[in-house]
C-alpha cells in the first residue's frame, strides 16, 4: 500500500534543528473562486531552487511546510491562464489569500510535427513473420490471429465486429469484395505486412467529410512482382471423387490479376471463394436478380453441410483483372464462369388440410440440374481528392435445365424446365461539390429478359384442360422482360449532434410478360384465360430524408427517416383489353430509438410504417403452370398492402458476472386489399386466384434470452426461447377460413474447453409448430435437433475432429436420423503441406427424413444422402 | 398501453443513482512517446504515442490509439479520417484535481470499466538538478510507484501538477519520466493549445466500477479467447467460429499474452 499524503513536504539541504514554519492559505480566481490544483511553491528568493510546494485542494487551500534559516521566503503562486504570483514573505507560521489575475499569455508551445501523427508506425501495422505460426499458409491463417480481427465461417471478414470496408493489395482494389479469392489463396510467405486502417474512408473526397466506422485491409508484399497461389487435390472412395483447385496470382505495382479453377465431385461448395462481400450503395429497390416464374417439384433441402447431401459435378473457372490506367484511376475486369450437374433424389408426403376435407399426396422424386453460368463486371473507378467517379457494368447469363421425374402411385409424370436468363445492368456513383455542399448523384439501369419453358408429362389439371379426360402433355412458356432506371441526388450534412441526409430522386421500371400454354403436339390453348400479354410500368418520384441523433455520451441514439414517395402504377393487357392504374402518394415513416440506462441495462424501441403494391409476380390476369400441379393467376385490381410494425426490447450486460439476459416483443399488423384463394384438387393439384377482399394479418412474437460464461471451467452456456402466435383470413376450396400458427422455438448450447487439448460443443434445439382454423388446431409437429462435436489437439501439427448428430421429429414413423463424422488434419513442415482426411456419413445413413408444416399443410419428406465416404485432401500454397 | 407506459417510464427516468458525471473544456494537448518493453526476456522494445489532454480542473492521459477513436475528439477533429490500430496501452487515467480522484478507466468490447484511486499516490523527492528539455527549464524528482523507482523530469514553467499515466503530485508538468531499468520511459514530444477548447463529458454511470485486479482479469480473458468472450455477452449468438481456427486463434494470444510479462506495474 502506497502512503497517500495530500501535502508532500520536502526540503532540500536542511540541517537538523531549524524551526518549521507552517504557510497555508487559499487561491481566488478574480471573480472570487477557488483555485483547485494551483501549485504553490516556495524558495529562498525568486531564483533559487524550490524549498518546499504545495497543490492546492478542491477548496482551494493549500499548506505548505518549511525548514529554512532565512528570514524572508518567495512564494510563488501559478495556474494555467493567470498571471503568476510572487511574493516575499516573512519566515514565519503563516495563512494567506492569493489572488491571481487572468492573463491572455498561453504556454510555450511545441508543436507535434505532423509526420509523427500521420505515420503509420508499428503499432499500425502487423509484420507477419511475428504473427506467422509454422501451420500458417495463406494470408487468412495471419488474419484471423490479429487482434479484433475475426473471419466468419462464410468468409466475411470483420474488425470489432464490423465487417471490414474494403481489402487492398498494395493498396489496389483488385477484388472489390469477392476478397475470399486472395484471403484463402496468397501464399503468408509472400506477405510482409498486413496493415488495419481503421476508421477508413475509402472515397477520397469524403475523407474529412464522412467519418467511417469501419476498418479496410491492406495487405503489403515482400516483393515488387509477386507470384503466389496455392493448388489443393483431393481423392475419394466410394464411388470415385475428386477435389481440385488451382489458384494463380500475379501482382505487380500497377497491374494484378488473380485466376482461380475448381472442380469437385464432393459437394463441397465452390462459389463460397467467389461470393461478394462489398457493400452496395444503391440498387435496394432495383436489381437485375433472375425470377423463376416456373419450376420442377423440388424435395427440400438438408438443415446441414451440403458435403452430404449435395450430389454435384462442378467447374468453376474465374479471373479477376486490375489495370492502374493513371494516378487514382483503375479499371477492373471480374469474369467468372460456373458448370454443374446435380442430381437429386427424394420422396415427399404432403398432407393438405382444408375446411372440408384432407388430401394426401405422395410423390417420389429424381431430379436432374444442369446449371451453366456465366457473370462479368467491368469497373471503372476514379478516386481523386476533388472528386470520384465509379461505373460498374454488371452483366449476368444463365442457361440453366431442369428434369425431374415424379413416381405416384397413380402416376408418373416427366418435368421439363429450361430457363435460360440474361442481365445486365450499369450503377454509377459520382461525387460532386457544388458550391460548399458535396452531392452524391447515382444512377441504376438495368435490362434482363428470361424465356422460360415447362414441359409436364402427361398433363395435369383434365377438368380445365381437356374437359376431364387424360392428355399427354402440356407445355408453359413465359417470356418476360424488365428495364428500368433509377436516379437520384442527394447530401449528408451534420448540425450539432443531428445528421440529416435528405435525396431526391425519380424510378421508372417497364416490364412486360407474355405467356402461353400448349397441349398436344404444339396446339396452342386459345382461351383468354390463359394467356398473358401484360406490360406493367411503375414510376416514382421520392424525398427521402433521414435524421440521425445520438448524445455525447452516446446513451442516446435515435433515428428517423420521412421517405416521401409518389407512386404510379400501370397495367396494360392486350389480351384482355383491359387496364388497371393506381397512383398513390405514400408516407413511410421510421423511428429507432436506443436508450442505454446504466452500465447495465438498455432498451430500445421501434416503430414503422410500409406500403407495400403489386408486383408483376402478383399481377398476371391469365392463368400460369407455376408448377406441374400449380396453377396461378391474380384477376384482381393492383395489391396494396399496409404495414404496421411495432417493438420494443430490454437487455442486461453484467460483464463483471459474464452473464447476459435479453427480452423483446414485436407486433406486426398488415391489411390488405387481396385474398389469396386455394382450391385444391383430389391429386394435391393446386389453383391459387386472388380475390378482391379486405383482409388482415397479425403477428405476436416474444424473445428471451441468455447466456453465462463460467470463468473456471472455460464454458458458456446459452439458452434462447421464441414464440411466435399469428392469425390470418385465406380461402380455401371456397370457404373463407382463418388460419392460426403458433410456434415455439428453444435452443441451448454448451461450449467448453475442457482442456489444452480438447475443446467440446453441445447444442439442441426444440421446436413445435402448430396450426389449425378458426378455433380448432389441426395439427402439430415438434422437431428436435442435438449436434455434439469434439475437437482432440493431440499435437501442434495434428487435429481430430468427431462429431454427432440427431434430428427428429414427431410426425414421422421412422423420423429419427443420426450421423456420426470424422476428421482428421497433419501438416507437414517440409515439405509445407497439409493432408486432410475426412470419413463422413460413418453410419451410412442413406436418407434424411423431415417434417415440416405450413399453415394448412404438412410434408414429410425424405433426401437420399451421399452414401459413406473417405476423401484425402493434400494443400499447399506457393 | 401498458406496456408502452413502462417503455416510456424506462426511457425517460432520471437516473436516481449518484451522479458521477465529469464535465470539462480542455485547453492543451500534451503528446509522449512512450518506449517500453512487454517482455522481460526480449530485448525488443515497443513505442506508442501517448496524449494528456489538459483542461481546469480535469485531465485524461491515453494512448494515441484511442484519443483517435474517440467520438468526441472525433468531432473536434472534424470527423477526419484516422489510422489508429490497436494499442497495447489500454487504461485511459482521467485525474481530477477537485475531487483529488483519480478514475482509470478501461474498454473491453462492449464495455467500459473504471476503478477510482486517490490522485496522489505518489512521495517525491525533488532534487537539485536541472536540464531543458525542448526550450523547458526542468528539474529532476524521484519515486517509487508499483514496484519500480522512477526518475521524473518536470517543469514549474507548465503550472499543472499533472504527468503521462497515473503521475502527478509535482509542482509542474511532467515531460519525463522513466523507471531506472528504462523498461518503460516517457518522453516529451510536444505541447499544443486546443483552440477551441475541446469539450468533454464523460458520465461514470454508464461505466461499470470494479477494481483494478477484476479489470486486469476480463481484459485477459478478452484478449485471450475473444470469440468466446464476446459470445458470452450475448452477441451474434447465431454465429460460430471454425473450431480448429478458434483453437489456433486461442493458442497464438496465450503465447503473446504470456509475453507480456513486464507491466508497467508490477505489484
Redesign the interface.
Same mark, same amino acid.
Given at each position: 500500500m502506497?502512503?497517500?499524503?495530500?501535502l508532500?513536504i520536502?526540503i532540500?539541504?536542511v540541517f537538523e534543528g531549524y524551526s518549521q514554519t507552517d504557510i497555508s492559505g487559499q487561491v481566488f480566481d478574480d471573480h472570487n473562486k477557488n483555485l483547485?490544483?494551483?501549485?504553490?511553491?516556495i524558495s529562498k528568493d525568486s531564483v533559487s !531552487?524550490?524549498l518546499a @510546494?504545495?497543490?492546492s $485542494?478542491?477548496n482551494g487551500r493549500f499548506k505548505v511546510k518549511v525548514k529554512s534559516e532565512s528570514n524572508s521566503l518567495f512564494l510563488?503562486v501559478?495556474?494555467?491562464?493567470f498571471a503568476?504570483f510572487g511574493k516575499f514573505i516573512q519566515n514565519t507560521s503563516q495563512a494567506l489569500e492569493v489572488q491571481l489575475s487572468p492573463s491572455s499569455e498561453?504556454?510555450?508551445?511545441?508543436?507535434?510535427?505532423s509526420e509523427?501523427?500521420?505515420q503509420?508506425?508499428?503499432?499500425?501495422?502487423f509484420s507477419v513473420a511475428a *504473427?506467422k505460426?509454422k501451420?500458417d499458409r495463406v494470408i487468412a491463417?495471419i488474419l484471423?490471429?490479429?487482434?479484433?480481427i475475426?473471419?466468419?465461417?462464410n468468409g466475411q471478414i470483420f474488425y470489432?465486429?464490423e465487417p471490414i470496408q474494403k481489402y487492398y493489395i498494395e493498396g489496389l482494389d483488385l477484388l472489390e469484395g469477392r476478397y475470399n479469392l486472395a484471403n484463402n489463396n496468397l501464399s503468408a510467405d509472400a506477405v510482409s505486412k498486413v496493415e488495419?486502417?481503421?476508421?477508413?474512408?475509402p472515397v477520397k473526397v469524403l475523407?474529412?467529410?464522412? *467519418?467511417?466506422e469501419r476498418a479496410s485491409i491492406n495487405i503489403k508484399l515482400k516483393k515488387d512482382v509477386t507470384v503466389s497461389g496455392t493448388a489443393t487435390a483431393g481423392m475419394g472412395t466410394a464411388p470415385l471423387l475428386w477435389q481440385t483447385k488451382l489458384t494463380p496470382m500475379i501482382f505487380t505495382k500497377k497491374r494484378q490479376a488473380i485466376v482461380t479453377y475448381q472442380s469437385n465431385n464432393t459437394g463441397s461448395d465452390v462459389s463460397g471463394e467467389i461470393r461478394n462481400f462489398s457493400i452496395k450503395y444503391f440498387g435496394e429497390n432495383f436489381n437485375i436478380d433472375k425470377t423463376d416464374w416456373l419450376s420442377i417439384q423440388n424435395v427440400s433441402e438438408p438443415p446441414f453441410s451440403a458435403e452430404r447431401w449435395l450430389d454435384n459435378n462442378v467447374h468453376l473457372g474465374s479471373a479477376n483483372i486490375l489495370q492502374r490506367v493513371k494516378k487514382d484511376m483503375d479499371l477492373k475486369l471480374n469474369i467468372s464462369y460456373l458448370n454443374d450437374y446435380q442430381q437429386q433424389d427424394g420422396s415427399t408426403q404432403t398432407r393438405y388440410f382444408t375446411p372440408t376435407d384432407t388430401i394426401d399426396v405422395i410423390e417420389k422424386t429424381n431430379n436432374n440440374i444442369f446449371v451453366s453460368k456465366l457473370e462479368g463486371e467491368l469497373t471503372l473507378e476514379n478516386n481523386a481528392d476533388k472528386n470520384y467517379f465509379k461505373n460498374q457494368l454488371e452483366f449476368n447469363g444463365s442457361w440453366n435445365a431442369n428434369r425431374g421425374f415424379i413416381d405416384r402411385p397413380d402416376a408418373q409424370i416427366k418435368q421439363q424446365l429450361a430457363h435460360p436468363f440474361l442481365g445486365i445492368r450499369n450503377d454509377l456513383r459520382l461525387l460532386r461539390t457544388v458550391g460548399k455542399q458535396l452531392i452524391t448523384f447515382t444512377s441504376n439501369t438495368g435490362f434482363t429478359e428470361s424465356n422460360q419453358d415447362l414441359l409436364v408429362q402427361p398433363g395435369q389439371f383434365e377438368e380445365v384442360f381437356n374437359n376431364g379426360d387424360p392428355y399427354a402433355e402440356i407445355k408453359q412458356r413465359v417470356s418476360s422482360r424488365k428495364i428500368y432506371t433509377d436516379n437520384s441526388a442527394g447530401f449528408t450534412k &451534420?448540425l450539432g449532434k443531428f445528421t440529416i441526409s435528405p435525396k431526391f430522386g425519380f424510378s421508372i421500371q417497364n416490364q412486360q410478360l407474355d405467356t402461353d400454354i400448349f397441349l398436344e403436339d404444339g396446339q396452342e390453348v386459345l382461351d383468354t384465360d390463359f394467356k398473358n400479354r401484360t406490360e406493367f410500368l411503375q414510376s416514382s418520384v421520392y424525398f427521402k430524408n433521414s435524421i440521425n441523433f445520438?448524445n455525447?455520451?452516446?446513451?442516446w441514439n435515435l433515428r428517423l427517416s420521412t421517405p416521401l414517395q409518389f407512386k404510379s402504377f400501370q397495367l396494360e393487357d392486350e389480351n384482355f383489353e383491359d387496364t388497371r392504374n393506381l397512383d398513390r402518394f405514400i408516407f413511410e415513416p421510421d423511428f429507432y430509438?436506443k436508450?442505454?440506462?446504466?452500465?447495465?441495462w438498455e432498451?430500445h424501441?421501434s416503430a414503422r410504417l410500409q406500403y407495400g403494391f403489386g408486383e408483376i409476380q402478383q399481377l398476371y390476369y391469365g392463368f400460369l403452370l407455376n408448377g406441374y400441379r400449380n396453377l396461378n393467376r391474380y384477376n384482381a385490381p393492383i395489391s396494396e398492402e399496409i404495414q404496421q410494425n411495432y417493438s420494443?426490447g430490454?437487455?442486461f450486460?453484467?460483464?463483471?458476472k459474464?452473464l447476459?439476459?435479453?427480452a423483446s416483443?414485436s407486433y406486426n399488423f398488415s391489411e390488405s386489399n387481396l385474398l389469396y384463394s386455394s382450391t385444391i384438387g383430389e391429386n394435391g393439384t393446386t389453383i391459387l386466384e386472388a380475390v378482391a377482399r379486405d383482409n388482415n394479418f397479425e403477428n405476436h412474437s416474444f424473445r428471451g434470452?441468455?447466456?453465462?460464461?463460467f470463468?473456471k471451467m472455460?464454458t458458456?452456456l446459452?439458452l434462447?426461447a421464441s414464440y411466435n402466435i399469428s392469425k390470418r383470413q385465406q380461402l380455401l376450396n371456397n370457404i373463407l377460413a382463418e388460419v392460426n400458427t403458433k410456434s415455439f422455438n428453444l435452443r441451448g448450447s454448451v461450449?467448453a474447453?475442457i482442456s489444452s487439448w480438447l475443446?467440446a460443443?453441445y447444442s439442441a434445439n426444440f421446436s413445435t409448430y402448430t396450426s389449425g382454423f378458426d378455433d380448432s388446431d389441426f395439427q402439430q409437429i415438434e422437431t428436435q435437433q442435438h449436434t455434439i462435436?469434439l475437437?482432440f489437439?493431440p499435437k501442434d501439427n495434428q487435429?481430430l475432429?468427431v462429431g454427432g448428430e440427431y434430428y427428429g421429429n414427431s410426425l414421422s414413423d421412422n423420423g429419427d436420423n443420426y450421423f456420426v463424422n470424422l476428421g482428421y488434419?497433419f501438416t507437414f513442415e517440409k515439405p509445407k503441406m497439409d493432408l486432410n482426411l475426412s470419413w463422413r456419413n460413418i453410419l451410412n445413413t442413406d436418407a434424411f427424413i423431415n417434417a415440416y408444416n405450413n399453415e394448412y399443410y404438412y410434408v414429410q419428406s425424405s433426401y437420399r444422402l451421399r452414401p459413406s465416404q473417405v476423401l484425402a485432401t493434400l494443400k499447399f500454397s506457393f | 398501453m401498458k406496456?408502452k407506459l413502462f417503455?416510456l417510464l424506462?426511457?425517460f427516468?432520471v437516473?436516481i443513482?449518484a451522479q458521477e458525471e465529469l464535465k470539462e473544456k480542455f485547453?492543451?494537448k500534451v503528446?509522449y512517446k512512450l518506449d517500453f518493453k512487454l517482455d522481460s526476456t526480449s530485448a525488443e522494445k515497443? !513505442?506508442? @504515442?501517448m496524449i494528456l489532454y489538459?483542461g481546469?480542473?480535469i485531465s485524461q492521459f491515453s494512448s494515441r490509439?484511442y484519443v483517435?477513436?474517440n467520438?468526441?475528439v472525433?468531432r473536434g477533429n472534424?470527423?477526419?479520417?484516422?489510422?489508429? &490500430?490497436?494499442?497495447?496501452f489500454f487504461t485511459k487515467t482521467i485525474k481530477d484535481?477537485?475531487?483529488?480522484k483519480m478514475y482509470n478507466s478501461v474498454f473491453?468490447?462492449?464495455?467500459?470499466?473504471f476503478y477510482v484511486q486517490?490522485l496522489?499516490?505518489? $512521495?517525491?523527492?525533488?532534487?537539485?538538478e536541472?536540464k531543458i528539455i525542448?526550450? @523547458?527549464k526542468v528539474?529532476k524528482a524521484t519515486t517509487s510507484?508499483a514496484g519500480r523507482d522512477y526518475m521524473a523530469w518536470f517543469t514549474?514553467?507548465?503550472?499543472?501538477?499533472d504527468g503521462p499515466y497515473k503521475f502527478n503530485?509535482?509542482?509542474?508538468l511532467i515531460l519525463e519520466i522513466a523507471d531506472t531499468g528504462n523498461d518503460y520511459v516517457f518522453s516529451?514530444?510536444?505541447?499544443?493549445?486546443i483552440t477551441p477548447a475541446l469539450?468533454y463529458?464523460?458520465?461514470f454511470?454508464?461505466?461499470?466500477?470494479?477494481t483494478q485486479e477484476?479489470i486486469a482479469e476480463?481484459l485477459h480473458?478478452y484478449?485471450r479467447?475473444?470469440?468466446?468472450?464476446?459470445?458470452?455477452?450475448?452477441?451474434?449468438?447465431h454465429?460460430?467460429?471454425?473450431?480448429?481456427?478458434?483453437?489456433?486463434?486461442?493458442a497464438? *494470444?496465450t503465447k503473446m499474452l504470456e509475453k507480456e510479462n513486464n507491466p508497467i506495474e508490477l505489484e
Open positions: 502506497k502512503k497517500v499524503s495530500f508532500l520536502l532540500l539541504g483547485s490544483g494551483a501549485t504553490v511553491m !531552487s524550490i @510546494y504545495g497543490i $485542494d478542491a510563488k501559478s495556474y494555467i491562464g503568476t498561453s504556454l510555450k508551445e511545441v508543436i507535434v510535427k509523427i501523427l500521420q503509420r508506425g508499428d503499432t499500425l501495422s *504473427f505460426g501451420n491463417d484471423k490471429k490479429l487482434p479484433g475475426d473471419i466468419r465461417p470489432k465486429d488495419i486502417l481503421e476508421n477508413h474512408q475523407d474529412s467529410l464522412e *467519418f467511417s &451534420a445520438k455525447i455520451e452516446e446513451t430509438v436508450r442505454k440506462l446504466s452500465a447495465y432498451a424501441v420494443a430490454l437487455n450486460r453484467n460483464p463483471l459474464q447476459f439476459l435479453n416483443y434470452g441468455g447466456s453465462k460464461y470463468r472455460k458458456t446459452k434462447n461450449d474447453e475443446i460443443n462435436d475437437y489437439y487435429y475432429s488434419q | 406496456l417503455m424506462i426511457f427516468s437516473n443513482l485547453n492543451y503528446t515497443r !513505442s506508442e @504515442y489538459l481546469d480542473d490509439a483517435l477513436a467520438p468526441i472525433r472534424n470527423g477526419s479520417t484516422s489510422r489508429a &490500430a490497436v494499442t497495447k484535481q477537485g475531487a483529488s473491453v468490447p462492449m464495455t467500459d470499466f486517490e496522489r499516490l505518489f $512521495d517525491w523527492e525533488i532534487h537539485s536541472t525542448k526550450d @523547458y528539474q510507484f514549474t514553467e507548465i503550472p499543472v501538477s503530485g509535482l509542482p509542474g516529451f514530444i510536444g505541447l499544443e493549445k469539450t463529458k464523460i458520465n454511470n454508464q461505466y461499470i466500477k470494479t477484476d476480463i480473458e484478449r479467447d475473444p470469440p468466446t468472450y464476446v459470445r458470452a455477452q450475448g452477441i451474434n449468438t454465429r460460430k467460429v471454425d473450431p480448429e481456427w478458434h483453437k489456433k486463434m486461442v497464438a *494470444f
